[in-house]
């Protein structure tokens, strides 16, 4: 138990689909991570929020929109993905980055499918 | 960030140490040397992580060439649950922009009963 939640664990969707991935952290942390880790590829960072701000877009493509309405939460919004993005995805968080000390906190990933 | 380098995998013997090297050469004098690990399907953990000095904590220790050109991890009597992909990252703490951390390839450890 990290104290990051992830919601679903599993994911089958269809490419037309809407559907949401949830993170929430019990930390009390004020940034918070999406990373996607797609098979035998290491873990690519998406998406950086600092205190409900993005202050991070690693080119991802606009079918994968983030959403943080406060500290604790975060949410990725997917909508007409593609068979390459089955992957799994990661929420992690970390303290601010002033007193930070480098360490995240990651939860146990949802696993998407994507037919 | 400075690059990393780690070995594709390793095989350790439980109870035995275990000892994952990493070469980071291009490392500066800001940059802190992390290592996480992943278990299969489970998101990555902290370990633990350095500057210069060698730091031990009750997961493993972390060992920090004077050059802080390579480091290595110790595991130091392996189980079967330590069997994962180790990761080691370095990172410029003062960064601002959160703790963003850029995963390699990071090392497959096997241990073997």
């Known amino acids: 138990e990290t104290g990051v939640t992830q919601t679903p664990r599993h994911l089958v969707m269809g490419m037309t689909n809407k559907k949401s991935l949830k993170c929430e952290q019990h930390?009390?942390?004020?940034?918070m991570y999406w990373y996607k880790q797609s098979a035998k590829k290491p873990l690519e960072l998406m998406f950086v929020?600092?205190?409900?701000?993005?202050?991070e877009n690693n080119s991802v493509p606009s079918r994968f929109s983030p959403e943080c309405p406060n500290s604790s939460h975060l949410f990725l919004h997917l909508h007409t993905l593609q068979p390459e993005d089955s992957a799994l995805y990661l929420c992690?968080?970390?303290?601010?980055?002033?007193?930070?000390?480098?360490?995240?906190?990651f939860g146990e990933g949802s696993r998407l499918t994507v037919l | 960030d400075a690059k990393t380098t780690q070995p594709p995998s390793m095989d350790c013997a439980e109870g035995r140490a275990a000892n994952l090297p990493c070469n980071h050469s291009t490392i500066s004098g800001n940059e802190y040397v992390y290592w996480y690990r992943q278990i299969h399907s489970q998101g990555p953990q902290y370990i633990i992580h350095g500057l210069k000095n060698n730091e031990t904590n009750e997961m493993a220790s972390l060992i920090i060439t004077e050059d802080r050109k390579s480091s290595t991890l110790i595991l130091p009597h392996a189980t079967l649950r330590d069997t994962a992909v180790y990761y080691c990252?370095?990172?410029?703490?003062?960064?601002?922009?959160?703790?963003?951390?850029?995963f390699g390839e990071g090392t497959q450890l096997t241990v073997n009963p």
């Open positions: 929020y600092n205190f409900k701000e993005q202050t």
């Open positions: 992690a968080s970390s303290l601010d980055p002033g007193t930070n000390t480098g360490e995240l906190f």
């Open positions: 990252i370095v990172r410029n703490l003062r960064e601002t922009s959160g703790s963003r951390l850029t």
């Open positions: 930390l009390g942390h004020n940034a």
